[in-house]
């Protein structure tokens, strides 16, 4: 399963990506706005940082300037993978995009219908917000298995990218039903190292040992 980091904050990004476990990074508005700055040059510096995948949301709300607006993106940085919004502005532009070689992630997909529709026109990446439908008393990971199951009949190449992940189970169950990407936020990837037997089993091996130095001494 690949690993994206979920965040506009180049320093995070950057603080993770020498552990090796990192595939890419996926931004959207929300967190770009809220690291601040220019956003071209931010996007670029997360490129060269992660040297992978790295989703650039567009903002326009009609086809043409959607897709106006990822050329201008895909420009940036061989690595940006142009974020469009679900919606028939977005799949239309979805599929004109693909067609030009240009990858795109269909974002904000809540339903299993919505990511057939994606991967109709061409998606490389589809993304179910997992989060968000369980804060709504919905599965997240129920719609992540149906994806999952209609693509796998067909043989879509479309990755199935679960976002809005909250914590480390989200990532499990993702894992179990055969998910290709989860894109999480610093914290969850950091809680992905805590486990307080490790801690305390490192503790013990490393007490015993001394205990023998101190007694050959
Ligand atoms: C994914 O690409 C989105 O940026 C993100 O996962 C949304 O997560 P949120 O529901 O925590 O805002």
Same mark, same amino acid.
């Given at each position: 399963?690949?690993?994206?980091? #979920?965040?506009?904050?180049?320093? #995070? ?10 595939? *890419? ?7 770009? @706005?809220?690291?601040? *700055?220019?956003?071209? @040059?931010?996007? +670029?510096?997360?490129? /060269? $940082? ?5 989703? &650039?949301?567009?903002? @326009? $709300? #009609?086809?043409? *300037? ?10 940036? !940085? =061989? ?8 919606? +028939?502005?977005?799949? /239309? ?5 693909? !067609? ?13 219908? /919505? ?21 709504? &008393?919905?599965?997240?990971? =129920? ?5 999952? !199951?209609?693509? !796998? ?15 480390? %189970? ?6 179990? %039903?055969?998910? #290709? ?9 950091? &809680? ?5 037997? $490790?801690?305390?089993?490192?503790? +013990?091996? %490393? ?5 023998? /130095? *101190?007694?050959?001494?």
């Amino acid at each position: 399963m690949k690993l994206f980091v #979920d965040s506009g904050n180049v320093a #995070d990004i950057a603080g993770l990506v020498p552990l090796g476990i990192i595939d *890419g990074v996926t931004t959207n508005p929300s967190l770009l @706005a809220k690291a601040g *700055g220019d956003s071209r @040059a931010i996007l +670029k510096e997360i490129c /060269q $940082t992660v040297q992978g995948p790295v989703s &650039a949301e567009v903002v @326009a $709300t #009609d086809v043409n *300037g959607m897709i106006q607006e990822g050329r201008e993106l895909a420009g940036i !940085d =061989e690595h940006i993978v142009v974020k469009v919004p679900f919606g +028939k502005p977005g799949v /239309q532009a979805c599929g004109k995009l693909a !067609d030009e070689g240009i990858r795109v992630n269909v974002t904000l997909v809540f339903s299993s219908t /919505q990511a057939l529709l994606a991967a109709k026109v061409g998606a490389t990446f589809v993304s179910p917000f997992v989060g968000r439908l369980d804060d709504v &008393a919905t599965s997240g990971m =129920e719609l992540i298995s149906q994806i999952v !199951d209609i693509y !796998d009949n067909y043989e879509f190449s479309t990755e199935v990218l679960v976002a809005s992940i909250r914590g480390p %189970l989200h990532i499990v169950e993702a894992g179990r %039903l055969g998910a #290709d990407v989860c894109t999480c936020p610093p914290a969850v990837i950091e &809680a992905l190292f805590r486990h307080p037997l $490790t801690d305390i089993g490192l503790a +013990k091996f %490393l007490a015993d040992w001394e205990k023998a /130095q *101190g007694a050959k001494g």
